[in-house]
Nanobody, 127 residues
Framework: QVQLVESGGGLVQAGGSLRLSCAAS????????MGWFRQAPGKERESVAA????????YYADSVKGRFTISRDNAKNTVYLQMNSLKPEDTAVYYC????????????????????WGQGTQVTVSS
């Protein structure tokens, strides 16, 4: 069982930056593939980024490539999402998710593959 708690959301002007954090409970954080998803009002939840166990294969949605960076610190049981050059269309509730993997290289950005979800953190980008 893994519990996930996101933090770091808030209100920022277009062009600004935010760093989201997701703290995970448990002693096996390094065994989980981690992902970030988001859901804007009136839209379906979509994948933003994902990171494998090690040596850190990553995935980014086309809409955030070059602006967002996902990283993880296994010693701190935390995954991060650094968001730069934010746009109003990035406004959404951002969710952290985890799925166990026996493979260091396995990576998925499919929502149905993730078993554990955080409660979400609101990111609002003003124009």
């Amino acid at each position: 069982q893994v519990q996930l708690v996101e933090s770091g959301g808030g209100l920022v002007q277009a062009g600004g930056s935010l760093r989201l954090s997701c703290a995970a409970s448990g002693r096996t954080f390094s065994s989980y593939v981690m992902g970030w998803f988001r859901q804007a009002p009136g839209k379906e939840r979509e994948s933003v980024a994902a990171i494998s166990r090690s040596p850190y294969n990553t995935y980014y949605a086309d809409s955030v490539k070059g602006r967002f960076t996902i990283s993880r610190d296994n010693a701190k049981n935390t995954v991060y999402l650094q968001m730069n050059s934010l746009k109003p269309e990035d406004t959404a509730v951002y969710y952290c998710a985890a799925t166990y993997s026996g493979s260091y290289a396995y990576l998925t950005h499919t929502q149905d593959d993730y078993n554990y979800w955080g409660q979400g953190t609101q990111v609002t980008v003003s124009s």
